[in-house]
């Protein structure tokens, strides 16, 4: 039995706090934001410019220095880009138009970065339900010494879907262009797809998903608990479990992909992409392994998880090295066919985050591919505790920036930066998944000792 | 050729063979070989064999799979027969390089898997026209057999290999490969 102990209670409840007040400063600051201040802060920047062309902002700076592998693409895609522009009628850059839109783009900073860490702590938990239904399908005989671990995880998808479906209503057209009507009524595609696209089907549809994961996942615990009481001989509420995830499985994977076109491909309504549903889950799915591993590795060292052994997590890293690989392949796939066919609509995707959004862009291969693959690829370095923590922190980290890769390019352009609102919003969820994780693992002993599969998970040794 | 005297013990359980490999070990013996109808779980760590290293040379192989595709590449759309890929004739293998990764990735497989499986039955001296080591044809069958080589201490030997199990016991004269 876990007892929460007063310390990480503390720890996650002032990380909370800090995140509020950080997050509510930058709110405030930029919220009072006006029009004038913005030219004044343009002004700024083009005299900058023109002073040393070199000593450009960070972006500005990446792009020149590290792209120039990319320099001939960006260019051969920039001519169809600036095309695609003026179809949407923005030939009139007048001045006091272009300050408007950048004042748009750092009011949606706040609501955006919020929207980024909130979907990033959501998918760790729903990544491993998945993990979990899968465990159940396949009946694994390695993994049930780890299911208290995934159970308290999982308890976080229903408060964690809530806040995500709730910031994504509240910040509105914020975050979605589409939630706007002034833009839709200029906006033929937009209105092509308006049947799918408004906002009482996007919260009915958001609310069917979350209330179906969050049914599961009160289920399969409920079950998982029961089991323990029962008999030995008694394996009735082991089959249910069995039964009720590979139902939960199909309805997932349906349900996971209509989410990503939702909650995240939506904020660039123009664009789409037909394995985006598969790429949101590559990511969801190695960060809530990276979790399951870094959760159990921690209670280890406090000796309450004794019946872990090495071969367990050595399985487990075995999955982060996998789905790694697994997500560049997505990753890589949906980017070259783009890149090939070179098709202006689709292609400024790529193009906007080569050009403003460098450094995360290509610095996020290297996290979660590169690293990860040389890291974890020698058998040995894989049953080693804190070396799976240092790749299991480069990879969280990693597929953070791959959400906010994601939003941001579709909310603030160019006015990017990782400061305050953005860490802000990253400690406070970081404090209330903290908390509500650790709590739910006070709640049942950490060994499902009824499980049937307990004694060979136990003894599992690879 | 020399020969050489080898003792040869003949086993029909792989538990009382594993029994016995320790024992022998214990005895501080050299087992030459042992020859099983199907792979032994642990057998290699009770007899004292070193980790494999083929990881080693698989990483290696990858390796020159990714630089012969690199280089090959270069050469024939590149430099050869300059090649307008994808609409974009940039004329530059760095910035045609996503239309090349998948032939670096087929090519870094493809140098890996193939050369491990020949460095595996080169390094376990099994190359073609080469005539069967197998002392024994009941080994590829349901029978263990042991070889221990022979420095004058064919009686005590005999009499730990019967102990430990085994079901029959020789001494060979052994012609050198």
Known sequence: MYTFSKRLKIVSISLFVLGVIGWGTSYVATHGLTLDDVKVLLAEENSHH?????????????VQTDAEAHAAMIQSTHESESHAEEAHGTEAHSDDAHAEHVLHQMHNR?????????????????????????????QAGWSPVLFRVMEAITYYVLPGGLIVLGIALWAGDHIFIWMDPEVVAHDELIQGKAGWLNKTWFAIRGLIFITGWSLYRYFSRKFSLAQDLADVNDNSNFKKNFRISAAFLVFYIYTESIMSWDWIMSVDPHWFSTLFGWYVFASMFVSGITVIALITIYLKSKGLMEFVNDSHLHDLAK???A?????TYLW???FMLIWYANIPEEVTYFVTRIEDYNLPFFGMLILNFIFPFLVLMNSDYKRVPWFIVMA????LFGHYIDVFNMIMPATVGDRWFIGVPEISAVLLFLGLFLFIVFYALSKAPLLAKGNPFIKESEHFHY | MGSSKVIHALYTDDDVLLAAVKTVKNEKHHIEEIFT???????????GLEPTRIAIAAFMYGCVGLIVATVMMNYIMIEDWPQNIGGKPSFSYIENMPAFVPIMFELTVFFAAHLMVITFYLRSRMWPFKNAENPDPRTTDDHFLMEIPVHDNEKELKALLTKSGAVEVHIVDKQAH
């Open chain 1, 110 to 138: 706040p609501y955006a970065a919020l929207y980024v860490a909130a979907f990033f702590f959501f998918m760790i938990s729903l990544g491993v339900l998945a993990f979990y239904g899968i465990q159940y399908a396949a």
């Open chain 1, 323 to 327: 789905i790694s690989v697994f997500w």
């Open chain 1, 50 to 62: 023109g002073a040393a062309a070199s000593h450009g902002e960070e972006t500005h700076h990446d």
């Open chain 1, 392 to 395: 299991g922190i480069i990879i």
């Open chain 1, 332 to 334: 890589f796939s949906q």
């Open chain 2, 37 to 47: 109808p199907f792979p032994v779980h642990g057998l290699d760590k009770a007899m």
């Open chain 1, 319 to 321: 999955f982060m090295f």
